[in-house]
């Protein structure tokens, strides 16, 4: 991971761009929010709370949703 992406996710930059890009990403995918949870092995209701600003991922799964979506972790955390 490059360095300005670390400091991306440690300043905690994620809740901005981040709910709106992973749900763009996850119905680019045709993947329901339930099937999201399953992939990354997450609790039912996990991406719900993230695409709604209730929560965020942890950082260390930050860069994997990104490398599942096939995107930078910068892309998947900015606003547009």
């Not at 991971?1 to 996710?9: G, S, V």
């Not at 999201?36 to 930050?62: A, Q, Y």
Request: charged share 35%.
């Amino acid at each position: 991971m490059l360095q300005t992406e670390q400091n991306l996710i440690r300043k905690r930059v994620i809740p901005m761009g981040f709910k709106t890009r992973f749900r763009e990403l996850r119905e680019s995918r045709g993947l329901s929010q339930a099937a999201t949870d399953e992939v990354f092995g997450l609790m039912r209701g996990t991406c719900s709370n993230w695409e709604n600003g209730f929560s965020e991922p942890e950082e260390e799964l930050i860069e994997d949703i990104a490398r599942f979506f096939g995107v930078r972790i910068r892309d998947l955390v900015e606003e547009a």
